[in-house]
């Protein structure tokens, strides 16, 4: 059985998969450092010195009264948050990781294809009465002599 388990483990899919996910999970983590550190602040600062992660509405007011400087000082006072801010942020990440995953697959598509060289042009034909191939310019044949009619 530990020798089936070995066997099952090891498999080639089931290496890539695992190796797959793994750089997956260091992918989205990049991802998620480009849209929250890099695209969010300059958006942010577009739309009035926004800052979406701590863009909240107090559905009930925890110990402390609202308002709270933060969502993390709203959770600090157990006020029941809705954080729509974050979920922004994380519509933000997804459409960022879609993206760029379209983009590293369409670059991966292209390097796959390979160009089809456009058939040559052919540079012989057959005789039709002795079926040797000569030339495609050729008016009688080389073998039996057969006029060949211009095509």
């Known amino acids: 059985m530990l020798k089936e388990f070995k066997d099952f483990a090891m498999r080639g899919n089931m290496v890539d998969m695992a190796v797959g996910i793994i750089i997956g999970a260091a992918f989205g983590s990049i991802i998620k450092s480009l849209a929250t550190d890099v695209l969010m602040p300059p958006i942010g600062l577009l739309l009035g010195d926004v ?3 701590n863009i909240f509405m107090v559905l009930k007011e925890g110990a402390t009264a609202a308002p709270y400087a933060s969502l993390d000082a709203a ?14 942020n994380t ?25 089809e060289a456009p058939p040559a042009e052919p540079t012989t034909k057959e005789c039709p009465q002795c079926l040797s191939a000569i030339p495609i310019k050729a008016v ?11 095509a």
């Open 51 to 53: 800052d979406f992660s």
């Open 75 to 88: 959770k600090e006072a157990g006020a029941v948050v809705m954080s729509w801010g974050v979920f922004i």
């Open 140 to 150: 009688r044949c080389a073998f039996c002599t057969t006029e060949i009619k211009a």
């Open 91 to 115: 519509i933000i990440n997804f459409i960022i990781i879609a993206f760029v995953l379209f983009l590293v697959i369409r670059n991966m598509n292209k390097m796959k294809q390979k160009e």
